[in-house]
């Protein structure tokens, strides 16, 4: 396999880079930012949106005929890791989980949406998650029958974005008696619905997201998406893009970078750091975890994406891998910076820019979102080498 970028895709690169620099602005660009750190819904990140879709690149992947490039899933990699390096908006959940499932299954009135999404005009909050551990089984989230459609009652937990979406893809039981990955339906609702409520949940991270509450919502069959009781089909091969798309290597290394930096101009008791053995030793081990990460999501494209296949075994691979080496560099960082990890960004002499507590506290998060590390454990086990589920 060659890790070389061709000259196409250096080209690329290029013109993403003209882009940001064209259109800088710090109040929707945060270099320090780690992945999960949501981004604030303003009117300015809602331009740039605007001004990324007006460049053609939300629909990168998708077919020409339905306003997309068809192109090749790696120029959608590569200008996600762009975008994550300065801390600017990503694709998100409307060009990746919704518009991609939907460019399959989507019919009449929910084909409709794939053009408000290419154009920046809709944001989507995902609800899968339920109190009783994600399993979309009774008492949660039901839907029942109604005329020409369904009556939704229950409540979701963990949904970002809830507060500001326009729309919500959520999962529903539609039936009851069904085994548990069974009987589940996807459901397109529109926020605004007098019948949901949404209180928030805050984060150890300081990061916002939320409990979505649904009483009596009624939801058209317009609005149901794809076949009845296949839902959860089509949440797995959405999460399968979810856990690559949410967990960009840029900001990993951009701290693996920081560490480096620290060490090399660093002192402690008088003595400096890049002399010592074991931080020297430590620090090398992180810097190859760091590439293996790398080569590990380059790899995940070039053999699932482009590929046309749900990356099913390769996105829990990446996805398991740099969590949880983004958590181990949180956790390496803090021990070799010492008490001054402690310190917040705009402190006065903050190491690291302040960046050690954000990730040390985000990288948790990490291991949880899109499906926790153990639950990437059980998927490479059983769909890899073919152990029993109950093992």
Known sequence: MDFEFSRDEQSFLREVDGFLRANHDPRVMDPGRENLAQLVDTPER?????????????????????????GRGFYEYLLNEKLSSVGAPQLGKGTGVVGKTLIKVASGKLAGVLPRILNAEIEFAIGYFEPSAGSMRPPCVSAERAGEGWVLNGQKVFTTSAHFADWYWVGARTDPDAPKHHGISLFLVSMDHPGLTIHPMHTIGGERTNAVFFDDVFVHDDYR???????FQYIAEALDLERFGMFTFSPIRARVEL?????????????SLKDDAI????VAQLATECEVARLLGVRFVDAALDANRTPTIQASEYKLYATEFSRRLADATMEIVGVGSQLL???????LSGRAPGSYTLTVLETIGGGTSEVQKNIIATRKHGLPKNF
């Open 46 to 70: 809602r331009t740039f949106m605007k001004r990324l879709a007006g460049q053609g690149w939300l629909g990168i992947t998708w077919p020409k005929e339905l306003g997309g490039q068809g």
């Open 345 to 351: 960004a705009g402190a006065p002499d903050a190491p």
């Open 259 to 271: 560490l480096c930096d620290f060490v090399k101009s660093g002192q402690r008791d008088g003595k």
């Open 279 to 282: 931080i020297r030793q430590r």
């Open 225 to 231: 998406v794809g076949e009845l009781n296949k839902g």
